[in-house]
């Protein structure tokens, strides 16, 4: 119930399927979740009483909680009300929580686990739709539809990236090799890119390093 109340408070349609008993609690539950916009029209009225949770606080405040469920209404269903549910536009269900605290108080337990192998799962649910699920459900099926078109459009993206760049570094050149290449052109193209780099400390360092090297030419006045 306060997962349904949370949905409906952010906005997003949520429908409480339960047994709520008639009595003073269960009242309360009714007003509270159709206060907060939860749609009820799937719950049941129940002649039996309502689950209560007690919450004990030690000196610490820590809580201990003990749960009176037995013979309650949230778990007296009939196959006569669980026929009766509708869960046509149903896109998620949530299972109470509470439950898990019950774990252990019988004998057997039974965890459903939905899957494309179950004959529910095929359209018809016959006999035998179930193998023909499992043999189709391959790794497409849970790709959300319009995948393809995306794909597309990053494909079409993509080549018009590497045509962009391609554009930037000019067309391709076939020269002869070994390449000869002037010292003026190696050094106007050092150049660039200690300018685009921003690098004046680096240029400088590399410029009075070359002054100062024996044999450069340059002289230097102490």
């Not at 719950?43 to 405040?61: F, I, N, R, W």
């Not at 046509?88 to 899957?115: D, E, F, I, N």
Request: hydrophobic share 45%; with cysteine; proline share 5%.
């Amino acid at each position: 119930a306060n997962t349904a109340v949370a949905l409906a408070r952010l906005g997003t349609p949520a429908r409480f399927l339960g047994r709520l008993s008639g009595d003073v609690f269960g009242t309360l539950f009714r007003e509270r979740l159709a206060a907060s916009g939860v749609d009820l029209t799937q719950c049941v009225t129940a002649p039996e009483p309502s689950t209560l949770a007690v919450a004990d606080l030690d000196v610490h405040g820590r809580a201990t909680y003990s749960f009176f469920a037995e013979g309650a209404a949230d778990w007296q269903w009939t196959a006569a009300e669980l026929a009766a549910v509708e869960p046509a536009g149903t896109v998620c269900v949530h299972t109470g929580s509470l439950a898990l605290q019950l774990l252990g108080s019988r004998t057997h337990l039974v965890w459903y686990l939905p899957s494309l192998s179950d004959p529910s799962a095929a359209e018809g649910g016959g006999p035998g739709d179930g193998d023909r699920v499992e043999e189709e459900g391959d790794f497409l099926c849970l790709v959300p539809s319009g995948w393809l078109w995306g794909t597309l459009q990053l494909a079409v993206a993509a080549v018009l990236a590497a045509v962009w760049r391609a554009r930037r570094l000019g067309p391709l050149v076939a020269e002869r090799l070994p390449v000869a290449v002037r010292a003026s052109e190696a050094t106007e193209g050092r150049a660039r890119l200690y300018f685009r780099a921003d690098a004046r400390d680096r240029a400088a360092a590399v410029a009075s390093a070359f002054v100062s090297a024996p044999g450069s030419g340059f002289r230097t006045s102490s």
